[in-house]
């Protein structure tokens, strides 16, 4: 068995670390959309969705595929990271 220790990493330093070259993706609810995309269209309330984040946490997509958002990181020379 794995000892496995949940850090939380601020997300200044989480900015900092990642320099341009990291983004994050990570499950989002449609009913949080507004709040991380406002100019995003109104959407069924409880649709499960992924976001893909800057390191600062500047949106850059919202999409219904984990893979798809992955894909997007990569194809913009973006590191994506999965955070829960």
């Given at each position: 068995?794995?000892?496995?220790?949940?850090?939380?990493?601020?997300?200044?330093?989480?900015?900092?670390?990642?320099?341009?070259?990291?983004?994050?993706?990570?499950?989002?609810?449609?009913?949080?959309?507004?709040?991380?995309?406002?100019?995003?269209?109104?959407?069924?309330?409880?649709?499960?969705?992924?976001?893909?984040?800057?390191?600062?946490?500047?949106p850059i997509l919202l999409t219904d595929s984990r893979a798809a958002a992955l894909a997007?990181?990569?194809?913009?020379?973006?590191?994506?990271?999965?955070?829960?």
């Amino acid at each position: 068995m794995t000892n496995c220790v949940e850090r939380k990493i601020p997300s200044g330093t989480l900015a900092q670390l990642g320099g341009g070259e990291i983004a994050y993706v990570r499950p989002v609810r449609s009913d949080d959309v507004p709040n991380l995309f406002p100019s995003a269209p109104a959407l069924a309330p409880g649709l499960e969705l992924w976001a893909l984040l800057n390191a600062d946490g500047t949106p850059i997509l919202l999409t219904d595929s984990r893979a798809a958002a992955l894909a997007n990181a990569r194809e913009n020379d973006l590191e994506p990271l999965s955070v829960h």
